[in-house]
T-cell receptor
Framework: DAGVIQSPRHEVTEMGQEVTLRCKPISGHDYLFWYRQTMMRGLELLIYFNNNVPIDDSGMPEDRFSAKMPNASFSTLKIQPSEPRDSAVYFC????????????FGSGTQLSVL | AQSVAQPEDQVNVAEGNPLTVKCTYSVSGNPYLFWYVQYPNRGLQFLLKYITGDNLVKGSYGFEAEFNKSQTSFHLKKPSALVSDSALYFCAVRDIFRGDYKLSFGAGTTVTVRA
């Protein structure tokens, strides 16, 4: 299995532009999580899905952030419009149903908003 | 509320010496506890977990951790550190009485193992 796949690995954009981050979870995993990592705030959970349905989006910082999971093999995190303070590493993670509790992380997207 | 504290930003040890990374937690109910490791420019990788049972948990790469309920701690240990263990280590907790699957991560501890 290729693991959790995120794209792009790096994204540099200008303030005000729309940014879309993509994630392909491990096949068969029922849960998908979006995290943001910064030096100041550490690792923050933004939103998570169960069977493609958003369960908890209380970590999404503002209405500028939105996430979708149209099917079991694809999710997007969109920022519109982007701001410099959105610069961070964004991780996607997935896990299967059941008591295992082990999260599998992608390699992340390094986002820089100028 | 659930939270994790990693009191040390950095831990420095010589190769071959024991390595300990500290973690304390706070939950309303009973905890699920985890350790993850992050190498540069990579995502987090699972090391080990405590769900229930034996308080001493063994994980990947020779790491182990001991759950101590009275001290609300879950310290990560390795008897003999390697240079390749140099990385960022995260402790995480989930309160099993919560109805969700949200993990709370600590701020991370940077481990440097010198040759």
């Amino acid at each position: 299995d290729a693991g959790v796949i995120q794209s792009p690995r790096h994204e540099v954009t200008e303030m005000g532009q729309e940014v879309t981050l993509r994630c392909k979870p491990i096949s068969g995993h029922d849960y998908l999580f979006w995290y943001r990592q910064t030096m100041m705030r550490g690792l923050e959970l933004l939103i998570y899905f169960n069977n493609n349905v958003p369960i908890d989006d209380s970590g999404m910082p503002e209405d500028r952030f939105s996430a979708k999971m149209p099917n079991a093999s694809f999710s997007t995190l969109k920022i519109q419009p982007s701001e410099p303070r959105d610069s961070a590493v964004y991780f996607c993670a997935s896990r299967p149903q059941g008591a295992n509790e082990k999260l599998f992380f992608g390699s992340g997207t390094q986002l820089s908003v100028l | 509320a659930q939270s994790v504290a990693q009191p040390e930003d950095q831990v420095n040890v010589a190769e071959g010496n024991p390595l300990t990374v500290k973690c304390t937690y706070s939950v309303s109910g009973n905890p699920y506890l985890f350790w993850y490791v992050q190498y540069p420019n990579r995502g987090l990788q699972f090391l080990l977990k405590y769900i229930t049972g034996d308080n001493l948990v063994k994980g990947s790469y020779g790491f182990e951790a001991e759950f101590n309920k009275s001290q609300t701690s879950f310290h990560l240990k390795k008897p003999s550190a390697l240079v390749s263990d140099s990385a960022l280590y995260f402790c995480a907790v989930r309160d099993i009485f919560r109805g969700d699957y949200k993990l709370s991560f600590g701020a991370g501890t940077t481990v440097t193992v010198r040759a």
